[in-house]
């Protein structure tokens, strides 16, 4: 196990680099800063120059590859972070030098026990994409199929692991200091870091990712998930179908290509709530970056690293927050958020109804381009701080992949209106979900279930009740005579019992 004085000495590494880049100007002046905390920022910032603006994706990317996903991660922790932070954290897009070829060759044969040129009857060697966990080669199979193989970095399990071990332990000792850094949970967004970053250096994972959602998607007609080539697919080497068509960074050649944009908002907006509301598992770094326009106008996705995932019960509880915005609602928003307990008893739930009234009555049936996510986020953690909100990181994600979904489909389409969009699809699966005949529905599901835990339920009980034996049964027995107290020669030996019990215990203690 890694000491505390390796830890302490990263994290005071760690700190000046982002100290020169201002990155630690926030900690300094923010009032929940503790005061010991507060000098330390102050000293590592002495000598540096730091500009007065934070470039904090810059300081993430001087750190290294795990400070780069951390930095992915933290964007989608405003509230942790503070939302110019988050909104700069987006720009880590994981554009890093690749690893020579001859490392990525010899990867690729150690993984499945054969020469390159007996899985791909060609192989650029210059990546099309390069990351900090892995990158990207296009190749032909030798059965004739063009396709993208994504392989991981040398080395790069052992990196992560040495820097998400110090964050961790950075993290214990963030939330023993308690008040607003405990109600954050820094641990718990490590935790999930740690989850995402296992996912990623785990490409069978992934591919099983893109698999599980293209099942999910099929009707989404106008949404493609490339198809995963699973005999070239190993834990180091993920290869699925190329994607031949205009990634959406360059809107000028979807223009050019004559593809509808607004249609492809459309399409975005829809098939990222059949994801998250209709199956609860979702692409959750759905930028630019990720997707393209086809030339037959629908809308593909790569690279299935960070997926989200939420129960059931949570998404009938979004499905119901998002409804009654939508509607104006707010008393039912409320409710919910009571019945989850996101907002401790103690609270007056008439009061945060109003609170949620300040936060969703300027910004409902108004269009993307007319919102302030930033005034919008700054409100709704005003509401978080005021009524003792615990942070739900697995919510966190969804809240950061709806707002870069928003992004997007802004760029696609200046008048797009999510909430238009998502009217339809929220009041369709809502009567699915909660109408008289899905409550039916899971009545006779769960019913079914119980009776499916009968038998174990009996074996259990056998279990605790043993067995008479083969012994007859024994003759009637005259009762006992009532008990006349305890006579002097049982207390004697009562006690002297008791005395030399506790005399041994004495004597071992």
Avoid: C
Avoid at 104 to 120: D, M, N, R, T, W
Avoid at 399 to 413: F, H, I, N, P, S
Avoid at 473 to 493: E, K, V
Wanted: glycine fraction near 8%; charge should be neutral.
């Amino acid at each position: 196990m890694t000491s505390s004085i390796v830890h302490a000495f990263r994290m005071l590494r760690w700190g000046r680099t982002l100290a020169r880049h201002g990155a630690l100007r926030e900690i300094e002046v923010a009032p929940q800063t503790p005061p010991l905390l507060r000098r330390i920022a102050k000293l590592a910032r002495f000598g540096t120059g730091a500009p007065k603006t934070p470039h904090y994706a810059d300081a993430f990317q001087a750190i290294g590859p795990a400070a780069i996903k951390l930095g992915q991660a933290l964007a989608t922790r405003p509230d942790l972070v503070g939302p110019d932070a988050a909104k700069d954290l987006t720009r880590l897009q994981d554009n890093l030098p690749p690893a020579p070829f001859a490392a990525v060759k010899a990867s690729i044969e150690e993984a499945f026990g054969v020469p390159l040129s007996a899985l791909y009857s060609h192989f650029e060697e210059t990546p099309v994409g390069s990351a900090s966990v892995a990158q990207v080669h296009r190749a032909v199979t030798t059965d004739g199929r063009a396709v993208a193989v994504k392989v991981l970095k040398p080395g790069i399990e052992a990196d992560f692991a040495r820097a998400i071990e110090t964050y961790e332990w950075a993290a214990v000792r963030a939330e023993t200091i308690g008040g607003e850094l405990a109600r954050l949970r820094p641990r718990a967004t490590i935790a999930y870091f740690r989850r995402w970053v296992e996912r990623e250096l785990n490409l069978r994972m992934e591919a099983a990712s893109a698999s599980e959602l293209a099942a999910a998607l099929t009707p989404e007609t106008g949404f493609v998930v490339p198809e995963v080539d699973w005999a070239r697919t190993s834990r180091r080497v993920l290869t699925i179908a190329w994607i031949d068509g205009v990634k959406l960074t360059d809107l000028a050649a979807v223009d050019a290509a004559g593809i509808d944009r607004k249609l492809l908002s459309q399409t975005l907006v829809r098939s990222f709530l059949r994801q998250a509301i209709g199956h609860g598992f979702f692409h959750a770094d759905l930028h630019q970056g990720n997707m393209f326009a086809l030339p037959d106008g629908r809308l593909a996705v790569v690279d299935f690293g960070i997926m989200g995932r939420i129960d059931r019960r949570a998404r009938l509880w979004l499905a119901e927050i998002l409804h009654g915005l939508l509607t104006g609602n707010y008393a039912r928003v409320a409710e919910i958020h009571f019945e989850a307990q996101y907002v401790p008893p103690h609270h007056d739930m008439a009061e945060f109804e109003t609170a949620l009234r300040s936060i969703g009555e300027p910004i409902r049936g108004l269009p993307v381009k007319d919102i302030s996510i930033g005034n919008m986020l700054d409100g709704l953690f005003a509401v978080t701080r005021q009524f003792d909100m615990v942070t739900q990181p697995h919510l966190l994600l969804l809240q950061k992949t709806m707002v870069m979904v928003e992004g997007v489909a802004l760029a696609l389409d200046p008048d797009v209106n999510m909430w238009e969009i998502s009217g339809p699809f929220v009041g369709d699966w809502m009567r699915d979900e909660l109408g008289p005949e899905a409550v039916v529905a899971d009545r006779i599901v769960e019913s079914v279930r119980a009776l499916g835990r009968l038998p174990d339920l009996l074996k259990r009980l056998e279990a605790m009740v043993p067995n008479p034996g083969a012994a007859p049964p024994l003759p009637p027995l005259a009762p006992l005579p009532p008990p006349r107290g305890i006579s002097r020669t049982a207390w004697l030996l009562l006690g002297a019992g008791i005395g030399a019990g506790l005399g041994w215990l004495a004597m071992t203690l």
